[in-house]
């Protein structure tokens, strides 16, 4: 299983970017997929979960600004981020957990998409 984050890049404050994860190769269900950032010189934080079961959850610095999404026939999941403050600036990584086609569990992170919010 492999999991391909896209859609960092630079924006302003103020401004807008949405984030795709998309987990690929032999998935038999995924739980929950998640977007998690890390700035400089921090620690690595939950910024929302969604499960198959529709559950959300949001860090509540993004709470109102950021809206995560799923695509479960594509097994994808998005991240629209709005009002984008420069403390938003991050490297953000993806996250699913769920079975393999072998009946096997499965916890895999992407990648990580860089997202600068600066003037």
């Known amino acids: 299983v492999q999991l391909q984050a896209s859609g960092g890049g630079l924006v302003q404050p103020g401004g807008s970017l949405r984030l795709t994860c998309v987990a690929s190769?032999?998935?038999?269900?995924?739980?929950?997929m998640g977007w998690y950032r890390q700035a400089p010189g921090k620690q690595r934080e939950l910024v929302a979960i969604s499960t198959s079961g529709g559950y959300t959850n949001y860090a509540d610095s993004v709470k109102g600004r950021f809206t995560i999404a799923r695509d479960n026939a594509k097994n994808t999941a998005y991240l629209q981020m709005e009002s984008l403050k420069p403390e938003d600036t991050a490297v953000y990584y993806c996250?699913?957990?769920?079975?393999?086609?072998?009946?096997?569990?499965?916890?895999?992170w992407g990648q990580g998409t860089l997202v600068t919010v600066s003037s």
């Open positions: 190769g032999s998935i038999s269900s995924i739980n929950q």
């Open positions: 996250h699913a957990d769920g079975i393999e086609t072998t009946l096997r569990g499965f916890d895999y």
